[in-house]
């Protein structure tokens, strides 16, 4: 893959919310995305999840998100979790803390949203550290089986509420 990285868009919360949306983030022309996440702040410790939007927004809710992750602790080994055709990327992209001191940083790639004819891919990896406890971190692959264009995406947490976060998206040339 190429490694030239071009700047589409941005979102900041600094206040409290159930939800982040970065609307019309893809259908730039790219094969390949790549989302940053950092400073994510969270009410309540839990994974985050992440969902697809369709051109006007909307969240693409069927049973077509299947994902597979590992997650590794500092203090107790590691552990997989897989699911299929659930409604959203269930359980993988980070386990968080609840303050600054916790949120550490998540990549996630996202490939051919752009192409309504193939099903859109991603890959993850994160690291944190969880509630002042341990280290975490976690690598995740998933797949929207649903050959559609993706636009965007919502970025909420497990439980609470997301008490302040960065997202970033870039192209990939």
């Not at 982040?20 to 259908?27: E, H």
């Not at 916790?102 to 690291?127: C, K, R, W």
């Amino acid at each position: 893959m190429a490694g030239n990285l071009e700047f589409i868009k941005s979102k900041t919360l600094t206040s409290s919310a159930s939800e982040l949306l970065v609307t019309d983030c893809f259908n730039q022309g790219y094969d390949v995305y790549k989302i940053l996440i950092t400073k994510d702040e969270r009410s309540a410790t839990g994974y985050g999840e992440l969902r697809f939007l369709d051109s006007g927004g909307s969240e693409l809710i069927g049973a077509n998100y299947d994902v597979a992750s590992l997650n590794i602790y500092s203090s107790s080994g590691s552990s997989e979790r897989k699911y299929t055709n659930q409604t959203y990327f269930r359980d993988a992209l980070n386990y968080q803390g609840t303050n600054s001191a916790d949120g550490g940083g998540i990549e996630i790639m996202v490939f051919n949203p752009d192409d309504s004819s193939s099903y859109t891919f991603l890959t993850s990896q994160a690291s944190t550290h969880y509630t002042g406890q341990f280290l975490t971190m976690a690598k995740s692959i998933g797949v929207y089986t649903n050959a559609e264009t993706v636009y965007g995406i919502k970025w909420y947490p497990q439980s609470g509420t997301i008490n302040g976060t960065n997202i970033s998206v870039y192209g990939v040339k």
